[in-house]
């Protein structure tokens, strides 16, 4: 009995030690199948390690161009090697989690992915968008710039962040740092400049197809690592990426305009009403201010970009060519569709590697000793309530009603001047001059577009911002737009641009007193909006020099109006100049963002319009400044 007793006993403890070892081992396997769906919702779209938090392999890139030149992707093939999702995590846009994505939805009526519930980037939500591939080489402290701004400023996932790397010097412990993905790539040494554009090409030609054909990402953002982004730039990219699949015209979405200067964008500009137009300066219905106005256009601007793996297939791995810039690749391949850009950048490029957001915003102290594109324009407005608006859908962008309720209805209303230069007498106003250009190719562009510092042809010799022969800008407080005589537009409404312009049919006390179209429309403006032009001590920012008591150091200069003292006639007329000349292209950065500035000879030093800024001071120049009342 004793023994059956103790056998009994014994028994009773092995299944109690089973039963608990089998408690354990349910609690870990719901654990884990729990982490796993919790990554799935918070990870990359796609891992090459079949695990979406997994870290790619370094060297992943090594044997791609070999399978890229002997392998035919099958376009249509379900992979069961890679795991990614379908676009429901695939576009860029703060919000709630567990919020299905419309984008996902296959009906007749396409809806923005920006339906969902939008929450503000310091709430500590990460953005949901598409794959961002960093291109690097050898700019670590500039990726760590680009890398923080995004996770930062745009809430970005780190988890959907790529590091291309095929720099001489590794980039991982940056990767680390953000907990980013990294790859090294090792394309050819490149001796030369020939080599090294062959080097990027390589470069970029791998990028694509490991994401688009290796682990068939139906979209994927391309930043360079020497970029800066607005908190909106994300959202913006996320609303133009999802118009793509209902308007097989667009072929890309910039955050880069060439264009978008401080001086024509208007940041800081004076508001007086003058003259003769005071009507809104609003492109269309859709938008109530050029932060949020966006345009389609033929060139390729880069810096920035998102496109999707239906427009690589089709378009840009069909025109791919070896030894050529992996740009001009881009640009040729988008005959017959058009790019979506903002109107005020989302993306600025260069400048120190410690510089952020604030410190490029529009303020009375940039740091412009230290060099940079500082003339730039950045878009410093977000605001969610745009982008869950309808008009933040980018619906008007779609190729019929941009036609319909962009163009139209601006050639309709626009005043027709001859001169570019006669925007000076208007201020919110729309206008439209009119070029002998015979194509996009003309040279009239830039002979036109260099009198105010702005970019006219670029990659392909396409002009930048081009649509159907016409290009927008912004000129002294006004919306302009160039059309060339070989547009459509010119065809359609040249009959009723006819007529010249002409100051005394508005304003019949105005008195012209010079030889030229330009000095009379700057001494005019200079007149009604009571600019004085001051000459400044040695060592004084234009803000310095029309300082007032009881207002901010700002607000006595404008970048805008620096570009009406930036002229050789003028300045001999109000300040008795005995001659100008051009900057000599010296080194010093800041020296350039002087001009106009004064010599004791009575000689003005000019120079490229986009370097005008009110903030620039150096030692030993004396400034020629716009001061406003």
Same mark, same amino acid.
């Given at each position: 009995?004793?023994?059956d007793i103790?056998?009994?006993?014994t028994l009773?403890?092995?299944i109690?030690?089973? &039963?608990?070892?089998g408690l354990v081992?349910?609690?870990?396997?719901? &654990?884990?199948?729990?982490?796993?769906?919790d990554?799935?919702e918070?990870?990359?779209?796609?891992?090459p390690?079949?695990?979406?938090?997994?870290p790619?392999?370094?060297?992943?890139? *090594?044997?791609?161009?070999q399978?890229?030149?002997n392998?035919?992707v099958?376009?249509?093939?379900?992979s069961?090697?890679?795991?990614?999702t379908d676009?429901?995590?695939?576009?860029?846009?703060?919000r709630?989690?567990?919020?299905?994505?419309?984008l996902?939805?296959h009906?007749d009526?396409?809806?923005s992915?920006? *339906?969902d519930?939008?929450? #503000?980037?310091s709430?500590?939500?990460?953005?949901d968008?598409?794959?961002?591939?960093?291109?690097?080489s !050898?700019?670590q402290?500039h990726?760590?710039r680009?890398?923080?701004?995004?996770v930062?400023d745009?809430?970005?996932?780190p988890?959907?962040?790529?590091v291309?790397? *095929?720099g001489e010097?590794s980039?991982?412990e940056v990767?680390?740092?953000?907990g980013?993905?990294?790859?090294f790539?090792?394309?050819n040494?490149?001796?030369?400049?020939h080599?090294?554009?062959?080097?990027?090409?390589?470069?970029y030609?791998?990028?694509f197809?490991?994401?688009?054909e290796?682990?068939k990402?139906?979209?994927?953002?391309f930043?360079?690592?020497?970029?800066?982004?607005?908190?909106?730039a994300?959202?913006?990219?996320?609303?133009?990426l999802?118009?793509?699949?209902?308007d097989?015209?667009i072929?890309?979405?910039?955050?880069?305009?060439?264009?978008?200067f401080?001086?024509?964008?208007?940041?800081g500009?004076h508001?007086?009403?003058l003259?003769?137009?005071?009507?809104?300066?609003?492109?269309?219905?859709h938008?109530?201010?050029?932060?949020?106005?966006?345009?389609?256009?033929e060139h390729?601007?880069?810096?920035?970009w998102?496109?999707?793996?239906?427009?690589?297939l089709?378009?840009i791995k069909p025109?791919?060519?070896? =030894?050529?810039a992996?740009?001009i690749?881009?640009?040729?391949?988008?005959a017959?569709?058009? /790019?979506i850009? #903002?109107e005020?950048a989302?993306?600025?490029?260069?400048?120190?590697?410690?510089?952020?957001?604030? !410190?490029?915003?529009?303020?009375?102290?940039?740091?412009l000793?230290?060099?940079?594109?500082?003339?730039?324009?950045?878009?410093?407005e977000f $605001?969610?309530?745009?982008?869950? $608006?309808?008009?933040?859908?980018l619906?008007?962008?779609?190729k019929?009603?941009?036609?319909s309720?962009?163009?139209?209805?601006?050639?309709?209303?626009?005043?027709?001047i001859?001169?570019s230069?006669q925007?000076?007498y208007?201020?919110?106003?729309?206008?439209v001059?009119?070029?002998?250009?015979?194509?996009?190719?003309?040279?009239?562009?830039?002979?036109e577009?260099?009198?105010?510092?702005?970019?006219?042809v670029?990659?392909?010799?396409v002009?930048?911002?081009? =649509?159907?022969?016409?290009?927008?800008?912004?000129l002294?407080g006004n919306?302009i737009l160039?059309?060339?005589q070989?547009?459509?537009?010119?065809k359609? =409404?040249?009959?009723?641009?006819?007529?010249p312009?002409?100051?005394k049919?508005?304003?019949?006390?105005?008195?012209?007193?010079?030889n030229?179209?330009?000095?009379?429309?700057? @001494?005019?403006?200079?007149q009604?909006?009571?600019?004085?032009?001051e @000459?400044?001590?040695e060592?004084? $920012?234009?803000?310095?020099?029309?300082?007032?008591?009881?207002?901010p150091?700002s607000a006595? /200069?404008? *970048?805008?109006?620096?570009?009406l003292?930036n002229d050789?006639?003028?300045?001999?007329?109000?300040v =008795?100049?005995?001659?100008?000349?051009?900057?000599?292209?010296?080194p010093s950065?800041?020296?350039?963002?002087?001009?106009?500035y004064w010599?004791?000879d009575?000689?003005v030093?000019?120079?490229?319009?986009?370097?005008?800024?009110?903030a620039?001071s150096?030692?030993?120049?004396?400034r020629? /400044?716009?001061?406003?009342?």
């Amino acid at each position: 009995a004793l023994v059956d007793i103790t056998m009994v006993t014994t028994l009773v403890k092995k299944i109690m030690i089973g &039963m608990v070892l089998g408690l354990v081992c349910y609690c870990a396997l719901v &654990m884990v199948l729990f982490n796993r769906n919790d990554e799935r919702e918070s990870s990359s779209s796609f891992s090459p390690n079949n695990s979406p938090s997994a870290p790619p392999k370094v060297g992943a890139f *090594d044997t791609f161009l070999q399978r890229y030149e002997n392998t035919q992707v099958d376009q249509d093939n379900d992979s069961e090697d890679h795991d990614f999702t379908d676009i429901d995590d695939q576009v860029a846009v703060l919000r709630i989690p567990n919020v299905t994505n419309p984008l996902h939805q296959h009906n007749d009526k396409l809806h923005s992915p920006l *339906d969902d519930v939008l929450v #503000p980037a310091s709430s500590g939500k990460h953005t949901d968008h598409p794959v961002i591939a960093i291109i690097t080489s !050898d700019r670590q402290p500039h990726l760590k710039r680009l890398l923080r701004n995004l996770v930062d400023d745009c809430a970005a996932n780190p988890a959907k962040i790529y590091v291309l790397d *095929d720099g001489e010097s590794s980039a991982k412990e940056v990767a680390d740092e953000f907990g980013v993905h990294y790859h090294f790539f090792h394309a050819n040494e490149a001796n030369n400049h020939h080599d090294r554009i062959a080097h990027m090409n390589e470069h970029y030609r791998a990028v694509f197809g490991y994401f688009f054909e290796d682990n068939k990402q139906e979209y994927a953002i391309f930043l360079e690592d020497d970029l800066l982004l607005s908190q909106d730039a994300l959202l913006y990219l996320n609303a133009g990426l999802s118009l793509m699949p209902s308007d097989p015209s667009i072929y890309c979405v910039s955050t880069w305009n060439d264009n978008s200067f401080r001086w024509n964008m208007g940041q800081g500009m004076h508001e007086t009403r003058l003259m003769a137009g005071e009507t809104s300066v609003d492109i269309d219905h859709h938008v109530g201010g050029r932060e949020r106005q966006f345009f389609r256009e033929e060139h390729f601007g880069g810096l920035g970009w998102g496109t999707s793996r239906e427009v690589y297939l089709s378009k840009i791995k069909p025109a791919w060519r070896s =030894h050529v810039a992996w740009d001009i690749v881009v640009q040729d391949a988008s005959a017959g569709v058009e /790019c979506i850009f #903002p109107e005020v950048a989302r993306s600025y490029h260069n400048g120190p590697s410690e510089w952020t957001l604030s !410190d490029i915003a529009p303020t009375t102290t940039s740091p412009l000793e230290q060099g940079g594109l500082i003339a730039m324009a950045l878009n410093m407005e977000f $605001s969610s309530d745009f982008w869950q $608006s309808p008009e933040g859908k980018l619906e008007y962008l779609h190729k019929d009603r941009y036609e319909s309720e962009v163009m139209q209805p601006y050639l309709a209303r626009a005043t027709f001047i001859q001169d570019s230069s006669q925007a000076a007498y208007f201020i919110n106003e729309s206008l439209v001059v009119v070029l002998a250009a015979s194509s996009n190719a003309d040279q009239l562009w830039s002979a036109e577009f260099d009198k105010f510092g702005l970019w006219a042809v670029g990659n392909g010799n396409v002009v930048r911002g081009v =649509h159907r022969g016409s290009v927008f800008t912004r000129l002294f407080g006004n919306t302009i737009l160039f059309v060339g005589q070989h547009s459509p537009y010119y065809k359609e =409404h040249s009959a009723r641009w006819k007529v010249p312009f002409d100051i005394k049919g508005v304003d019949t006390s105005f008195s012209l007193n010079s030889n030229t179209l330009r000095q009379d429309a700057y @001494i005019y403006r200079i007149q009604k909006e009571s600019i004085s032009v001051e @000459i400044g001590k040695e060592g004084q $920012s234009c803000f310095e020099v029309c300082k007032k008591e009881q207002r901010p150091l700002s607000a006595g /200069c404008s *970048d805008v109006m620096l570009q009406l003292v930036n002229d050789c006639d003028v300045l001999k007329k109000l300040v =008795h100049a005995k001659s100008c000349h051009r900057h000599n292209g010296e080194p010093s950065l800041v020296r350039k963002f002087t001009t106009p500035y004064w010599s004791s000879d009575s000689t003005v030093t000019l120079n490229h319009g986009l370097y005008l800024n009110c903030a620039a001071s150096h030692l030993g120049v004396s400034r020629v /400044c716009p001061c406003l009342p």
